[in-house]
């Protein structure tokens, strides 16, 4: 098991492990998303693992479990899932940073490779953009 700085989602049957530094936009992409109907699995810090499936879960750190930051505003109190499948990883980045058409990409976590995609948080279409990932990717 292992402890990571991240944010989790669940969103459409799908898990979405949101990363990157302090100030790239995780919480706030997570309740963007929340307001579209996706359930938070945790925020700030996860804790990866390996189903007896063979799959790669993230569950929330016990001691912030259901707690979300709201930048600026405070810590928040929201129902959360307990575990959920890590299906996609949105590495929040920079606009300036990312490329237009990215080639496929994946991650290995605990062993496992999930798609990774570079993500800027901040647009205005951010959560139809992971929505459309979630689609892209699973075609």
């Known amino acids: 098991m292992t402890l990571i ?4 989602i669940f969103y459409e049957s799908r898990g979405v492990l949101l990363t990157g530094p302090s100030g ?3 919480s706030d992409l997570a309740l963007r998303m929340m307001a579209r109907g996706a359930e938070l699995v945790g925020d700030d ?3 990866l693992s390996i189903d007896k499936n063979g799959r790669l879960v993230m569950s929330p750190a016990a001691n912030i479990a259901g707690r979300i930051e709201v930048r600026n505003v405070g810590i928040m109190s929201v129902p959360h899932r307990a ?6 990883i949105l590495d929040l980045k920079d606009r300036a940073q990312l490329d237009r058409l990215p080639e496929p990409k994946f991650s290995a976590l605990e062993g ?9 948080a901040f647009d205005l279409s951010a959560p139809e953009k992971l929505r459309a990932a ?3 990717l699973s075609q």
């Open 5 to 8: 700085h991240a944010t989790g």
């Open 24 to 26: 790239s936009g995780k």
């Open 45 to 47: 810090y996860l804790q």
């Open 83 to 88: 575990v959920a499948p890590v299906d996609l």
């Open 112 to 120: 496992v490779n999930i798609p990774c995609l570079d993500f800027h």
């Open 134 to 136: 979630l689609n892209i």
